[in-house]
């Protein structure tokens, strides 16, 4: 079946610099891959999302790219900003969605 | 993802008995998931069901159980066969075409 593998586990950067999560997946079918924002004791919340025919995807600040040849997808977020400070999974579906294990993500004043 | 609602937010379960954690869609998707995320955890697959009366096990299924007798309606319920329950269940729903993932908002449960 299909592996998440995310990193880093944890991630500070400085308030207007960017940051980058990257994940890899095992399973070469995988096709959709989202990335989701969990804010301390809420709900995981969809933030963007890329399928298997796509390379890049961007929405403001953030984007995603994907590398089907290595199995590789990253999140990028740009001019990052408190609001931003979250735990982000990465996930990857065939038939179901697997979910990596998150980073934790602190922007620093 | 505010279609999906889960209840109750909170549940405190003395040990040995059974709870049911409730999760509704409104949003016609045909299949729903339970996860479990302990503290500074991931999420970890229950249960999923991709159509009525059908589900399948996760990678955690040993002390729960689930039905499907409805689209709009996945409980989920704790036996008192699991051992560590105390943490936070989500609920989630995806269309089977569509099928990015919506989360409910959660239930916490505690063992006392």
């Known amino acids: 079946g299909e592996n998440v593998e995310q990193h880093p586990s944890t991630l500070s950067v400085q308030e207007g610099d960017s940051a980058v999560i990257k994940c890899t997946y095992s399973d070469s079918a995988s096709n959709y891959f989202p990335w989701y924002k969990q804010e301390l004791g809420k709900r995981p919340q969809l933030i963007i999302d890329?399928?298997?025919?796509?390379g890049e995807k961007k929405d403001q600040r953030i984007a995603v790219t994907l590398n089907k040849t290595a199995k590789h997808f990253s999140l990028h977020i740009t001019e990052t900003q408190p609001e931003d400070s979250a735990v982000y999974f990465c996930a990857a579906r065939d038939d179901k969605i697997i979910f990596g294990k998150g980073t934790r993500l602190h922007i620093l004043p | 993802d505010g279609g999906i609602t889960q209840s109750p937010k909170y549940l405190f379960r003395k040990e040995g008995q059974n709870v049911t954690l409730s999760c509704e869609q409104n949003l016609n998707h045909d299949a729903m998931y339970w996860y479990r995320q302990d503290p500074g955890q991931g999420l970890r697959l229950i249960y999923y069901s991709q159509i009525v009366n059908d589900f399948q096990k996760g990678d955690i299924a040993e002390g729960y159980s689930v039905s499907r007798e409805k689209k709009e309606s996945f409980p989920l319920t704790v036996t008192s066969a699991q051992k560590n329950p105390t943490a936070f269940y989500l609920c989630?729903?995806?269309?089977?075409?569509?099928?990015?993932?919506?989360f409910g908002p959660g239930t916490r449960l505690t063992v006392l």
């Open positions: 890329i399928r298997s025919n796509v």
């Open positions: 989630a729903s995806s269309g089977l075409v569509i099928d990015t993932q919506y």
